[in-house]
């Protein structure tokens, strides 16, 4: 008997799933902007965070050159790549992401860039520097060899349903996951080792996102969860079932 075709939309899914989790682990991305006058492409390391729904969120100066070219023309394109494994790097996810580059005023927004990129607190409060948020308008995902998927950008961003809900609770979830202790910690971020010491940094309706010194990990739902109580009842779930 022959086997059945495969279902295009499996694959999609998956690797939206994988998209959507590089976008929420990703502290550092490449940033391509059309530098001046010629119009040829400049590429730079700029930190990362991940809003409510995924968009990438930037902390830069307006002295910069790559924030400067955005002033002029604010296309722009971010590469955003796992942490480093073995074997060919070649062979593992990274994900770019096109679209437009917009100023974020957001406290909220300014406060999960720097729960997650704790050292630029540093200079965070200088006049020069101010938050950024990238507009999804293009996405191209690369699973590794023979694992490209062509997605759109409602592949990748999360819903806003229940943003409003979770952003005024977020505060008590957190200091509720960080009591969990160690062990459990490790365990939502996928590791057995309890050093060094994971915390919660930062949550959405998909999940809570983790980090231990420089590694990230993430805890993500199978469902999303549009409410306070149902977010902890959706990680209890994982702690219980895990």
């Known amino acids: 008997m022959a086997n059945a075709p495969a279902d295009p939309n499996d694959g999609r899914a998956g690797a939206a799933v994988s998209a959507r989790r590089l976008m929420r682990l990703a502290r550092t991305a490449a940033l391509a902007t059309l530098d001046a006058p010629g119009g040829a492409p400049l590429t730079t390391l700029v930190g990362v965070a991940s809003d409510w729904d995924g968009s990438p969120l ?40 096109g679209g437009v580059i917009e100023g974020c005023p957001e406290a909220r927004a300014k406060v999960r860039y720097l729960r997650r990129n704790p050292k630029a607190a540093l200079y965070a409060g200088f006049a020069d520097f101010a938050l950024y948020r990238l507009r999804i308008e293009d996405v191209h995902f690369n699973g590794g060899f023979g694992r490209a998927a062509a997605l759109s950008s409602s592949d990748v961003l999360a819903s806003p349903g229940g943003q409003a809900a979770l952003a005024e609770a977020e505060e008590r979830l957190l200091k509720e996951a960080n009591a969990l202790g160690a062990r459990s910690l490790a365990r939502l971020a996928g590791h057995k080792a309890v050093r060094p010491s994971w915390r919660a940094i930062g949550l959405d309706a998909e999940g809570l996102d983790l980090a231990a010194g420089g590694r990230a990990g993430r805890a993500q739902f199978a469902t999303p969860a549009h409410d306070a109580e149902t977010w902890r009842a959706r990680l209890e779930g994982m702690l219980r079932d895990g």
């Open 58 to 97: 930037m902390l830069m100066s307006t002295l910069s050159r790559h924030t400067r070219n955005l002033a002029r023309d604010p296309r722009a394109s971010l590469l955003l790549t796992g942490a480093g494994a073995r074997g060919d790097p070649l062979n593992h996810p990274r994900l770019t992401l």
